[in-house]
């Protein structure tokens, strides 16, 4: 969610502190701003909205400085003003902030008897008073921040910068990512590695609790306890950072176009030298000794997950449970302790995935993640992290991310089926075979472009829209309805087709349009008797099927979308990339802002 920088350079910072949160603007935010120490001087300068509007400021109120902190906020506690902008002051001390602290209220009393009042409606300022508070009670710049910290309830991470101090960061994480880049006699702080990648490719991860004390010639992180704690050095790939857009008009445009090379490169990960077999990384997992599968995730990551139940059940005749990050740990859920618990996380810093497999960490007998970020805390505390190699996504609505996502769990699915007997070796191959053959059908898909645009024109121009699918198609039309609210702002409801007479269908009038994803499948029959009740009724329905569907059911249909035909087991795959067209092409139509929509963010990392 929130953005942070901070920078320890030779150069003046303002610059290079704007042009890094301009990185972090995925994330989502709604207001920025820095602070700089400029000849022993903190001084700051916050602007709400987009970062221009911060960098205009910059122009005609310049801040100079070479150390310094930045941030991008997406509105938590207090509305997105200037004043409750980061960085928050107080005194000699300036911090900035991701996270939520919990027992802000009980500190903001107890300051307030100490004669130190709060301007802002935030948390955030409450961290600066009290390190204000233990400064003036004679303590050093780090071991007030470290005082400070230790009084926190919630989740956090902090950047502190001080008053008179232009050598001196100090850093703290709980429950929200934050790394320390190594530079040459530079040193930096950042949210995470797409901030950081233009300065140095030299990054520490901090656990959880750390406490880093960061310096030109270096950091000193100590754990939880206060021990010093060694944490590695990596190197990241500058490639896998990048942020540009390519030469598309928007990241998520471009995102879509890369889904054939990405899923691709996924298959070249997972996939033997003959492409006949699935290998997964390290030690991988035997699921023979696995009697129950729990998965759980948010958002897209979610559907990725109730696509995947489908899979699990039907080829690998694996029970599957299905949830919500944000439901699953305060149901107390019980766990057997032949269960996997599964998790799924673009980031791998999901607040509440996070703590849900912490939850499940000592009673399953294995954890597993899928993430597209190979050193994030959930990968980090997994028994086995499976990698996606999606690359950067930018466009907070998942495209690519969440292909990638579908085919590892396809393939942990098939690796669960051989594993436990359940699928042969020849459809083993055939299937194998059919998701080599993917991303030239992806590729079908893209070269549509233009008949997509003609179909989203129409639905921008409607306040409401349904999606209908059954079996496997049942949790695209849920991705399907999830795009079109996300980015267009259009109400968008998904139902299992079945379920349309059970109180949906009293919605239909001639307004609605209806999309069916349908291609002509072993339910297919089906749903076309569902899309038939739509039209008896005035509804207009936006069928996407394939070539024998389309031959089949096109008839009385308002418009119509044909995709290749592709094995069924791989449809959801393939018809991700509808649902995602539509959603795109709709949001343009309309005006809104493709990669930035209103009110989200891209890594929810607080709960």
Known sequence: MCGIVGVLGHHEVAPILVEALKRLEYRGYDSAGIATVNNGRLDRRRAVGKLVNLSDLLVHEPLAGKAGIGHTRWATHGAPNVANAHPHCAGSVAVVHNGIIENYRELRSELAQNGMGHETDTDTETVALLADYHLKQGLSPSEAARATVARLEGAYALCFLFD?????????????????????????????????????????????????????????????????????????????????????????????????????????????????????????????????????????????????????????????????????????????????????????????????????????????????????????ESNLALPIHAGAEIGVASTKAFTCQLTVLLLLALKAAKDRGTITDDRLADILSSLRGLPALINNVLEQDTTFRKCA???????????????????????????????????????????????????????????????????FDKTVSNMQEVMARGGKILLVTDGPGAKEANEGVWRSLTMPEVDPILSPILYALPAQLLAYHTAVAKGTDVDQPRNLAKSVTVE
């Open 457 to 523: 024109r129409l639905l921008a121009e409607t306040d409401n829209v349904l999606f209908l699918g059954r079996g496997l198609m049942y949790p695209l039309a849920l991705e399907g309805a999830l795009k079109l609210k996300e980015i267009s702002y259009i109400h968008a409801e998904a139902y299992a087709s079945g379920e349309l007479k059970h109180g949906p269908i009293a919605l239909i009038d001639k307004k609605m349009p209806v999309v069916v994803m349908a291609p002509r499948d072993a339910l």
């Open 164 to 380: 008179g101090e232009t050598d001196l960061l100090i850093a703290a994480r709980k429950g929200s990512p934050l790394a320390i880049g190594h530079g040459d006699n530079e040193m930096f702080v950042g949210s995470d590695a797409i901030a950081l990648a233009p300065l140095t490719d030299r990054i520490t991860y901090l656990e959880e609790g750390d406490f880093a004390v960061v310096t030109r010639d270096g950091v000193t992180i100590t754990d939880f306890n206060g021990e010093l704690a060694n944490r590695d050095i990596r190197t990241i790939q500058i490639d896998n950072a990048r942020v540009d857009k390519a030469g598309h008009k928007h990241f998520m445009a471009k995102e879509i176009a890369e889904q054939p090379v990405v899923i691709g490169d996924t298959l070249s990960h997972y996939l033997t030298d003959d492409g006949r077999d699935v290998v997964l990384p390290g030690d991988g997992i035997d699921f023979t000794s696995i009697d129950r599968l729990t998965m759980v995730a948010c958002g897209t990551a979610y559907y990725a997950c109730l696509t995947a139940k489908y899979w699990f059940e039907q080829l690998a005749r694996m029970p599957v449970e299905v949830d919500i990050a944000s439901e699953f740990r305060y149901r107390e859920p019980p766990i057997s302790a032949r269960t996997a618990a599964l998790f799924v996380s673009q980031s791998g810093e999901t607040a509440d995935t996070l703590a849900a497999l912490r939850y499940c960490e000592p009673h399953a007998q294995t954890i597993l993640s899928v993430v597209n970020v190979p050193e994030s805390s959930i990968a980090r």
